[in-house]
C-alpha cells in the first residue's frame, strides 16, 4: 500500500480499491497502523505540552488489550461510511475539526496541532494535505457562523 501520509496518495488508492481484491477493513487496518506510529512518533519527538499526558493515556489504554504492547492510539472497530456529497464530507470534516475544541483541547480548531484544520486556515500543518474546496459559509444560519469562528 502507497503511504498514507499524503492524502492524494492515499484518495488515489481509494480511486484503485473498486478494482482490486483489497477488501476495505484491511485499508483501514494498514491506515489506522500507518497513522498512530506516525503521530505517536510526532508526539514523543515534539515540545508538546502535553506530551506526557497523552502518552499515559494511550499506555493505559494498551494495557486494556492484548494486541497492542505498548501504546493504543485508536479504539477498536471502524465505522466506515461513504462519503456520498461535499456536503456530506464537509459535515464529517466539520466533527472532527471541531472535537479538540468540543474537548477543551484548543479554543479553536487551526490552534490544536494534530490536526488538518491549520492546514485549511493557515496553510500548514504537520502533514502536508490535498485540501478539498472550502465550502461558502451560510451567513444567515447561526451555526454556518458559529463554526467558521470556532476554526
Known sequence: MKSCANVSDFAQFFYHLDN???????LIRDFKKFTAKSILEKIQNSPESRKEWMLERFK???QQHTRNKVFQFW???NYAEEIYANKFMWYKLDYIHLNPVKAGFALKASEY???SASNYINDVGLVDIEKAENPIVDVLDPKS???FNSY
Do not use: T
Not at 482490486?20 to 484491511?26: E, I
Open 20 to 26: 482490486s481484491k483489497v477488501k476495505l477493513s484491511d
Open 60 to 62: 493505559l489504554a494498551a
Open 75 to 77: 479504539q477498536y472497530g
Open 113 to 115: 496541532i494534530y490536526s
Open 145 to 147: 457562523i458559529f463554526r
